[in-house]
């Protein structure tokens, strides 16, 4: 893991600012997402990007009941019918 050297305090509310230069870097914009997750006492943020549920493919997505699907295994479910 690489250090930024940048330090924030975290507000009432828990929230912190994340300095323009990272999000200018790691392309985040006004309400994107973004995942939070742990690993050992590391808490680290990822740019959240839609996958399919079955296969985690990020490209070609389609919603179906609440789902992420790529158009890949969408077909597949049409061919199980």
């Known amino acids: ?3 930024t ?5 975290i507000d009432e509310l ?4 994340l300095p323009i ?3 200018r870097t790691f392309d985040l914009n006004v309400k994107d ?3 939070i997750y742990t690993d050992n006492d590391s808490i680290i943020l990822k740019k959240f990007q839609r996958s399919c549920v079955f296969c985690g493919n990020p490209e070609f ?8 699907v790529c158009a890949e ?3 597949g ?3 199980a019918d």
Request: with cysteine; proline share 0%.
């Open 1 to 3: 893991m690489k250090s």
């Open 5 to 9: 050297g940048i330090v924030r305090k």
């Open 14 to 17: 828990g929230r912190i600012v």
């Open 21 to 23: 230069e990272l999000r």
């Open 33 to 35: 997402s973004v995942e």
């Open 61 to 68: 997505i389609t919603e179906f009941k609440g789902r992420s």
């Open 73 to 75: 295994c969408l077909e």
């Open 77 to 79: 479910l049409k061919k």
